[in-house]
Antibody, heavy 120, light 114 residues
Framework: EVQLVESGGGLVKPGGSLRLSCAGS????????MNWVRQAPGKGLEWVSF????????YYADSVRGRFTISRDNAKNSLYLQMNSLRAEDTAVYYC?????????????WGQGTLVTVSS | DIVMTQSPDSLAVSLGERATINCKSN????????????LAWYQQKPRQPPKLLIY???TRESGVPDRFSGSGSGTDFTLTISSLQAEDVAVYYC??????????FGQGTKVEIK
């Protein structure tokens, strides 16, 4: 069974930093591209970042580019999101999400999410 | 960036009736080299992560009931629930995954029981 388990969320002050982690299991982690998708309270889904299986290709939403850094450690089956210069509008549930297939495809698997709250 | 716009924002449908959700992109998500539309639909129930329903605009994900169907091509797409069940109450999102990211979502459509 595919499992994606996020951790690292919490309360942080504006301007602060936080590092999210996602542990993948039940599939060959090294073969799949991964994403972070967030959802502000009561709002819709916002795609945040993408990383290819070998980390060769990395993309960000305009709203986080220059502040967030996605990375992965295939030896540890883990995905990360380093979030710096956090703002109130970054408050959201952050989902770790795996592409459905090896090639270009939509998200097929989602974690349960971790809540990040940016507030003074 | 490709902008996805869903309509309506919400709809109320009687049990057993048809529900139709539209999704429009501001540029084509059809790749003419493989004739595939890079468009997916997700269902999100309260306090749950989203669930993939449809990909390639019309391919149903394994385990998804056949009352869910997707159609459309290019810039205009539709998700149809042929006979609404109580368990279908949720918010539905379309998403494009054409070319390089960003992989933008529509704003969501809330489906309720009338």
């Amino acid at each position: 069974e595919v499992q994606l388990v996020e951790s690292g969320g919490g309360l942080v002050k504006p301007g602060g930093s936080l590092r999210l982690s996602c542990a993948g299991s039940g599939f060959t982690f090294t073969s799949y591209s991964m994403n972070w998708v967030r959802q502000a309270p009561g709002k819709g889904l916002e795609w945040v970042s993408f990383i290819s299986s070998s980390s060769s290709y990395i993309y960000y939403a305009d709203s986080v580019r220059g502040r967030f850094t996605i990375s992965r450690d295939n030896a540890k089956n883990s995905l990360y999101l380093q979030m710096n210069s956090l703002r109130a509008e970054d408050t959201a549930v952050y989902y770790c999400a795996r592409d459905r297939d090896y090639s270009t495809s939509p998200v097929g698997q989602w974690g349960q999410g971790t809540l990040v709250t940016v507030s003074s | 960036d490709i902008v996805m716009t869903q309509s309506p924002d919400s709809l109320a449908v009687s049990l057993g009736e048809r529900a139709t959700i539209n999704c429009k992109s501001n540029q084509s998500v059809l790749d003419s080299s493989n004739n595939q539309n890079y468009l997916a639909w997700y269902q999100q129930k309260p306090r749950q992560p989203p669930k993939l329903l449809i990909y390639w605009a019309s391919t149903r994900e394994s385990g998804v009931p056949d009352r869910f169907s997707g159609s459309g091509s290019g810039t205009d797409f539709t998700l149809t629930i042929s006979s609404l069940q109580a368990e279908d109450v949720a918010v539905y999102y379309c998403q494009q995954y054409y070319g390089t990211p960003p992989r933008t979502f529509g704003q969501g459509t809330k489906v309720e029981i009338k």
